[in-house]
C-alpha cells in the first residue's frame, strides 16, 4: 500500500501566500505523477495542478495559472504546491494524489486516473 500525506494549510488573509507539501512512502510504486486537488464545501473535488515525476512537466488550472507553482523533490518523494496572492475562493481541503499512468493536458485533471489519494488538508483564506 502507498500512504500519501499532505501537510502545511492553515489560515491565511487574502493577498497572502501558503505552501502545502505532499509526501509519498510505502511499497514501490512507480510514481508517474502526482497531483494536486481541492474540494470546497458543497462542491465538487477539483484539479488543482500536476507534475511528472521524471523531467517535471506541470500542468495547471486556469484559475490558478500565474499564482499557484507545483514543484517535487524526488529524493524526498516530496510534491509542494507554492500559492500566492490567495484568494477567498481558494478556501478548500486540499488533497494530493499518486498516480502511475502517463498524463498530458487533457488528462492531467481526471480525477479517476489517480490511484492513491491523502487525507487533505484545510487551507482558509480570509477576506
Known amino acids: ?13 487574502a493577498g497572502g501566500s501558503l505552501s502545502v507539501s505532499c509526501a509519498a512512502s510505502g511499497r514501490t510504486f512507480r510514481t508517474y505523477a502526482m497531483g ?7 462542491k465538487e473535488r477539483e484539479f488543482v495542478a500536476a507534475i511528472t515525476w521524471n523531467i517535471g512537466i506541470t ?19 516530496t510534491v509542494y504546491l507554492q500559492m ?3 484568494k477567498p475562493e481558494d478556501t478548500a481541503v486540499y488533497y494530493c494524489a499518486a498516480r502511475g499512468s502517463p498524463l498530458n493536458v487533457q488528462t492531467a485533471g ?9 487525507q487533505g488538508t ?5 477576506s
Open 122 to 126: 484545510q487551507v482558509t483564506v480570509s
Open 36 to 42: 494536486w486537488f481541492r474540494q470546497a464545501p458543497g
Open 59 to 77: 500542468y495547471y488550472a486556469d484559475s490558478v495559472k500565474g499564482r499557484f507553482t507545483i514543484s517535487r523533490d524526488s529524493a524526498k518523494n
Open 84 to 86: 500566492k496572492n490567495l
Open 1 to 13: 500500500q502507498v500512504q500519501v500525506e499532505e501537510s502545511g494549510g492553515g489560515l491565511v488573509q
Open 110 to 118: 481526471r480525477k479517476g486516473d489517480y490511484d492513491y489519494w491523502g
